[in-house]
C-alpha cells in the first residue's frame, strides 16, 4: 500500500499551447506518448531510445538539433511536446563553494537545490516537494507549509538544471563516461520535502537518472532520506534501490516525539525492525543514519551508547551533523568537544562516525536550513519552541 497525502501533483500537460513536457516521462511512457501522437508503433522503440539519448546524455532540448530524426518527424515532436526543466531564478555561491539554486516550477513555486563540491566528488541535494508536512522542530523547512509534490520531471529536472549550470553534458556521440570525472557525481534527496511521501515521483525521477543511456548514475550514488515513513521503506528497496539515510536524531520515543513528529506514528522500534530488513532487499552496503547534534538535546553519552545499542544488527554508519541554525530556531549546536565525545563512542563500538563539515552556512545552504525564499514567512522561536514541547 502507498502512503500518500492529500497534495496535488501538477499534470504533464502545459497551459500554453497544451503540448506535454517530455521531461519525466519513464521510457514506457514516453512510448506510449510517442505512439499517441502518430508515431508509428513499430517505430517506437527506437524512437524513445534515440530522443531519451537527446535529452538525458547530452542534454538537448531544441528538438531541430536532433539530427538522428527525420526533419519532418523533428517538426511533429515540436508540434506536439516540449522539453523543460524547472527554471533558475537565482544563484548563490558559497565561500566554500557551495552553490544554492532556487527554482520555479509550475504554478509558480519555488524550491531550493544545493549542489556541493568535495574533492572526490559533487553532490547535488535535490527537493521533492514545495514545503513539508512533518514540522521536524530543527528543520527550516518544517516551518514551511507543504503545498504539493512534485512531479517526475521537476525532480529529475533539477539534476539537469544543476548539469547545465556545471557545463558538464558530453558532446552529442560522446558517452557519459567519456567526458572524464565528474562534477555532479551522486545525488541526495534530502532537500526539501519528505521523498517517501512523494513516492512515485522520485521512482520514476530516480529510475530516469539511473538508466544507462542517460545521465547514467550509480543506484550506490544515489542517497535517499527518509523521516521514517515505514510502509514505503521496503518498497525504496524493491523498486528503487538505491542507498538509503534515516534522519533519526534521538535514542528515546520521548525526545523523537519532540524532534521529529512522525515517530509519534512510528516509533522506533518500528523504524528500527523495518530498516533491519533493508540491507538485504536492496544489496546496500549500510544504512545511513542522521543525527543532528542539538545542544542538551540527544547529545550525552548516554545518548550515544543507547544509540549503539539500538542500531545492533543493522550494517551501518553514523553521520552526525552540527546543527545548523536558521532565524527563530529553538535549538544550538552541540559544543565541539561534546560532538567529538559523542563520535568515539560510537567509534569504538565498531561504527563509521564522520561528522559532517558544516557547507554553505553563510547562504544558509546547509543541513536544515533550507526554504524557498516565497515561503519564507517567519514563526517566532517562542511559537516553534512550544510545538516542539520544549
Given at each position: 500500500?502507498?502512503?500518500?497525502?492529500?497534495?496535488?501533483?501538477?499534470?504533464?500537460?502545459?497551459?500554453?499551447?497544451?503540448?506535454?513536457?517530455?521531461?519525466?516521462?519513464?521510457?514506457?511512457?514516453?512510448?506510449?506518448?510517442?505512439?499517441?501522437?502518430?508515431?508509428?508503433?513499430?517505430?517506437?522503440?527506437?524512437?524513445?531510445?534515440?530522443?531519451?539519448?537527446?535529452?538525458?546524455?547530452?542534454?538537448?532540448?531544441?528538438?531541430?538539433a536532433m539530427t538522428?530524426?527525420?526533419?519532418?518527424?523533428?517538426?511533429?515532436?515540436?508540434?506536439?511536446?516540449?522539453?523543460?526543466?524547472?527554471?533558475?531564478?537565482?544563484?548563490?555561491?558559497?565561500?566554500?563553494?557551495?552553490?544554492?539554486?532556487?527554482?520555479?516550477?509550475?504554478?509558480?513555486?519555488?524550491?531550493?537545490?544545493?549542489?556541493?563540491?568535495?574533492?572526490?566528488?559533487?553532490?547535488?541535494?535535490?527537493?521533492?516537494?514545495?514545503?513539508?508536512?512533518?514540522?521536524?522542530?530543527?528543520?527550516?523547512?518544517?516551518?514551511?507549509?507543504?503545498?504539493?509534490?512534485?512531479?517526475?520531471?521537476?525532480?529529475?529536472?533539477?539534476?539537469?538544471?544543476?548539469?547545465?549550470?556545471?557545463?558538464?553534458?558530453?558532446?552529442?556521440?560522446?558517452?557519459?563516461?567519456?567526458?572524464?570525472?565528474?562534477?555532479?557525481?551522486?545525488?541526495?534527496?534530502?532537500?526539501?520535502?519528505?521523498?517517501?511521501?512523494?513516492?512515485?515521483?522520485?521512482?520514476?525521477?530516480?529510475?530516469?537518472?539511473?538508466?544507462?543511456?542517460?545521465?547514467?548514475?550509480?543506484?550506490?550514488?544515489?542517497?535517499?532520506?527518509?523521516?521514517?515513513?515505514?510502509?514505503?521503506?521496503?518498497?525504496?528497496?524493491?523498486?528503487?534501490?538505491?542507498?538509503?539515510?534515516?534522519?533519526?536524531?534521538?535514542?528515546?520515543?520521548?525526545?523523537?516525539?519532540?524532534?521529529?513528529?512522525?515517530?509519534?506514528?512510528?516509533?522506533?522500534?518500528?523504524?528500527?525492525?523495518?530498516?533491519?530488513?533493508?540491507p538485504k532487499l536492496?544489496?546496500?552496503?549500510?544504512?545511513?543514519?542522521?543525527?543532528?547534534?542539538?545542544?542538551?538535546?540527544?547529545?550525552?553519552?548516554?545518548?550515544?551508547?543507547?544509540?549503539?545499542?539500538?542500531?545492533?544488527?543493522?550494517?551501518?554508519?553514523?553521520?552526525?551533523?552540527?546543527?545548523?541554525?536558521?532565524?527563530?530556531?529553538?535549538?544550538?549546536?552541540?559544543?565541539?568537544?561534546?560532538?567529538?565525545?559523542?563520535?568515539?563512542?560510537?567509534?569504538?563500538?565498531?561504527?563509521?562516525?564522520?561528522?559532517?563539515?558544516?557547507?554553505?552556512?553563510?547562504?544558509?545552504?546547509?543541513?536544515?536550513?533550507?526554504k524557498s525564499a516565497?515561503?519564507?514567512?517567519?514563526?517566532?522561536?517562542?511559537?516553534?519552541?512550544?510545538?516542539?514541547?520544549?
Amino acid at each position: 500500500m502507498t502512503i500518500t497525502q492529500d497534495v496535488v501533483t501538477i499534470p504533464r500537460k502545459l497551459p500554453e499551447g497544451g503540448k506535454v513536457n517530455l521531461v519525466g516521462l519513464t521510457r514506457d511512457k514516453l512510448r506510449e506518448t510517442l505512439i499517441a501522437a502518430g508515431t508509428p508503433e513499430k517505430q517506437a522503440k527506437m524512437r524513445v531510445n534515440q530522443i531519451w539519448q537527446w535529452i538525458y546524455q547530452w542534454g538537448v532540448r531544441d528538438f531541430d538539433a536532433m539530427t538522428n530524426l527525420a526533419k519532418a518527424y523533428r517538426a511533429q515532436l515540436a508540434e506536439n511536446f516540449v522539453i523543460e526543466i524547472p527554471e533558475l531564478v537565482s544563484k548563490q555561491v558559497s565561500a566554500d563553494g557551495t552553490r544554492k539554486y532556487l527554482v520555479r516550477i509550475a504554478g509558480g513555486h519555488e524550491v531550493e537545490v544545493v549542489y556541493i563540491p568535495e574533492t572526490d566528488r559533487g553532490t547535488l541535494c535535490v527537493s521533492s516537494q514545495v514545503g513539508c508536512t512533518l514540522t521536524c522542530s530543527f528543520c527550516h523547512t518544517g516551518t514551511q507549509k507543504l503545498v504539493r509534490n512534485l512531479t517526475a520531471g521537476e525532480i529529475v529536472g533539477q539534476i539537469m538544471m544543476a548539469r547545465d549550470d556545471l557545463g558538464e553534458w558530453p558532446e552529442p556521440g560522446v558517452g557519459s563516461g567519456e567526458a572524464g570525472p565528474r562534477l555532479l557525481s551522486n545525488v541526495v534527496l534530502m532537500g526539501m520535502g519528505e521523498p517517501l511521501y512523494n513516492f512515485d515521483n522520485v521512482r520514476d525521477a530516480m529510475k530516469i537518472a539511473m538508466d544507462g543511456e542517460g545521465i547514467s548514475l550509480s543506484r550506490r550514488r544515489i542517497t535517499l532520506s527518509t523521516s521514517g515513513v515505514v510502509p514505503e521503506i521496503a518498497k525504496t528497496a524493491e523498486e528503487i534501490g538505491c542507498l538509503l539515510a534515516i534522519s533519526f536524531h534521538a535514542t528515546t520515543d520521548e525526545v523523537r516525539d519532540q524532534l521529529v513528529p512522525i515517530n509519534k506514528r512510528w516509533n522506533i522500534k518500528t523504524l528500527l525492525d523495518a530498516l533491519r530488513a533493508y540491507p538485504k532487499l536492496s544489496n546496500s552496503e549500510r544504512i545511513t543514519f542522521e543525527y543532528v547534534m542539538l545542544k542538551d538535546v540527544n547529545d550525552t553519552d548516554a545518548d550515544a551508547r543507547r544509540l549503539v545499542k539500538l542500531i545492533a544488527g543493522i550494517p551501518a554508519k553514523i553521520n552526525l551533523i552540527p546543527f545548523n541554525e536558521w532565524p527563530g530556531s529553538p535549538y544550538e549546536r552541540s559544543d565541539w568537544s561534546r560532538i567529538e565525545a559523542f563520535a568515539d563512542i560510537i567509534y569504538k563500538a565498531g561504527y563509521a562516525s564522520p561528522i559532517r563539515t558544516p557547507r554553505g552556512e553563510d547562504i544558509m545552504a546547509a543541513c536544515g536550513q533550507l526554504k524557498s525564499a516565497t515561503e519564507r514567512a517567519r514563526k517566532s522561536r517562542a511559537e516553534i519552541a512550544k510545538e516542539a514541547g520544549l
